[in-house]
């Protein structure tokens, strides 16, 4: 959940859906990715704007959400299974995207 609560966000299996509770649209409040791997954890910015979700085989998903569009970016930055990521507090610029997993190593 996004800190102004209007982004929930939630994992099932293979895909991550994205619900804007703040949208009267019925068509623009769920929208669901599918990812090939099992995913592992998810976390949003504290604006909103960005989600992050991890995967069994490392890598990770950032999806920006940008009014109606969502632009995924992947990154492949762990050997194995992604679990945790989160997003800093900084509110005076972009949030960094913080991960661990298995081989304890934070990214």
């Not at 996004?2 to 929930?8: A, F, P, Q, V």
């Not at 299974?81 to 913080?98: E, H, K, M, N, R």
Request: aromatic share 10%; net charge negative; charged share 20%.
């Amino acid at each position: 959940m996004s800190n102004d609560s209007e982004i929930l966000t939630y994992t099932q299996y293979k895909s991550v859906n994205l619900v804007d509770l703040s949208s009267s649209v019925e068509s623009e409040k769920f929208r669901t990715i599918l990812r090939e791997a099992r995913l592992t954890c998810v976390a949003v910015s504290n604006d909103g704007h960005s989600v992050a979700v991890g995967d069994e085989f490392g890598k990770i998903y950032h999806i920006l959400i940008e009014k109606q569009k969502l632009a995924i970016q992947t990154f492949h930055w762990h050997a194995n299974a992604v679990q945790t990521v989160a997003f800093s507090a900084d509110t005076t610029g972009a949030p960094y995207l913080i991960s661990g997993g298995f081989e304890a190593v934070l990214v």
